[in-house]
């Protein structure tokens, strides 16, 4: 029997080997730093092997957030557009979080959706950390990115415009709508050097 999903795998896969190649030809600073930490604290006695985690400087790991937030979006944009019809396959942002899933196993890099404009679909989504809920906060009222450094990681939240489709699932078939545009968040985490600097960045005039 044909696997009604086989598309979206060949495209997740797809977006899997492209996102692998972009951390390959990323900036010099990308190797993994001399002194590179764990990738989780150490825990008991017992635990007597860690996984060392590549860390890069702050503008690098903002430059690679960046790149994967366009990566991300639009290829939850295509598909939407191209696979998804009338409820006939997996929720396009579910698949995507097994890139995450895997990126994450692969590269040490953390990225989940929050949601923002709306109450959340599904627990997973809702905003967990102080930054995501000021992110959320921040990223309803329009707001392009919110980013910080904290424990280790540079946080990037970027804002996802929900599309009139998307609307009418997160909002309820029979919700009354607004013109006012709408937004998720998708809150990318990468390991950074200790002692990492974040430069004020550049004004964005789109997401």
């Known amino acids: 029997m044909p696997d009604p999903f086989r598309n979206i795998k060949c495209l997740v896969f797809v977006f899997a080997i492209a996102t692998s190649h972009a951390q390959l030809a990323a900036a010099d600073d990308s190797k993994p730093a001399?002194?590179?930490?764990?990738?989780?604290?150490?825990g008991?006695?017992?635990?007597?092997?860690?996984?060392?985690?590549?860390?890069v400087s702050a503008q690098t790991a903002r430059d690679r957030a960046q790149l994967l937030h366009d990566m991300y979006s639009a290829t939850l944009d295509t598909m939407h557009h191209r696979y998804f019809h009338d409820d006939r396959a997996v929720v396009p942002a579910r698949a995507m979080e097994d890139v995450f899933e895997e990126l994450q196993r692969q590269h040490h890099i953390q990225a989940r959706w929050i949601s923002a404009s709306f109450s959340p679909m599904s627990i997973d989504h809702e905003p967990k950390t102080a930054f995501e809920k000021q992110a959320?906060?921040?990223?309803?009222?329009?707001?392009?990115?919110?980013?910080?450094?904290?424990?280790?990681?540079?946080?990037?939240?970027?804002?996802?415009?929900?599309?009139?489709g998307c609307v009418s699932c997160h909002n309820g078939l029979f919700a009354s709508t607004s013109p006012t545009p709408k937004f998720a968040g998708l809150v990318i985490s990468i390991p950074v050097l200790p002692n990492s600097v974040l430069e004020p960045a550049a004004k964005s005039k789109s997401p």
Not at 34 to 42: H, W
């Open 34 to 42: 001399a002194d590179s930490s764990p990738a989780t604290p150490a």
């Open 44 to 55: 008991d006695d017992s635990a007597t092997q860690q996984v060392e985690t590549p860390r």
């Open 136 to 164: 959320a906060r921040k990223l309803a009222k329009g707001e392009i990115v919110v980013e910080t450094l904290e424990d280790g990681f540079y946080r990037r939240a970027g804002s996802i415009a929900l599309t009139s």
